[in-house]
């Protein structure tokens, strides 16, 4: 076990089957390594909204794609990943019953078991995300386990709840996020399921990561603009 300790924020929308993927492997990616992983949901809806983008499953044609790529993803890296009865969804819902179970000390955060159950509710069993019924279910289910913990809950309409999404959105754009998985570890950001070897060779302090090429991306000139 490395004995630096790693600190990452892994932004999330659990509407996001590469976000569900990613959070499946991470613990494989990061084998080794000492990690402190802090689990952050975001509305991936508001950052494509910020930088002006459609979802992927909002292009025909991408949409497609999307679905027939993570099935594959999802068989090649041993996840299990159903597909729900609908998608896109609303996912105001999970993400708010989310950060029902934030504490005061971390206030925009889901713990490990907590963010695997909004993924799970969502990509195992290819059910409706949002049937209310389901919803109850797993409400109940969180309810039991902030009070095994002894913390308080707020309900998913509070005004602390919707704030603690608020906030977590907002540091997301603040730092240049503009899709979800999203991981940042020293202050760089990784996107994407197949960022994660990316990220991984950054912790373990990779040759390349100690020269030009980070910065150099972004200094890279426009060459030309379309217009909208």
């Known amino acids: 076990m490395s004995a630096t300790l790693h600190e ?12 569900h993927l990613a959070f499946e492997r991470l613990p494989q990616a990061l084998e080794g390594l000492s990690v402190l992983v802090r689990y ?5 809806a508001a950052l494509l909204k910020a930088h002006g983008q459609l979802g992927p499953a909002e292009i025909p044609g991408k949409r497609d794609w999307t679905y027939r790529q993570v099935l594959w993803l999802a068989q090649h890296h041993g996840v ?11 996912p105001l ?5 989310g950060l029902c179970t934030a504490t005061d000390d971390a ?12 993924f799970h509710h969502v990509w195992h069993g290819g059910a409706d995300p949002i049937d209310p019924a389901r919803l109850q279910a797993l409400q109940s289910q969180l309810q ?19 704030q603690r999404l608020r906030d977590n959105t907002e540091q997301a754009l603040a730092q240049g996020l503009f899709g979800v998985p999203s991981m940042v570890a020293g202050g760089r950001v990784f996107w994407g399921l197949d960022a994660l070897p990316m990220l991984r060779g950054y912790l373990d302090g990779a040759a390349w990561f100690q020269g030009d090429g980070w910065e150099a991306a972004h200094r890279l000139p426009v060459g030309v603009q379309r217009k909208a």
């Open 107 to 118: 206030p925009g955060q889901t713990n490990r078991y907590v963010t695997e159950r909004l």
């Open 8 to 19: 990452i924020d892994f932004f999330y929308d659990p509407i996001s089957p590469y976000a």
């Open 93 to 97: 819902p999970l993400l708010r019953l």
């Open 144 to 162: 039991d386990h902030m009070r095994q913990r002894d913390k308080p809950w707020f309900g998913p309409d509070s005004d602390v709840v919707k």
């Open 80 to 90: 299990r990943l159903d597909l729900p009865a609908m998608h896109p969804f609303n």
């Open 40 to 44: 952050r949901p975001v509305l991936f």
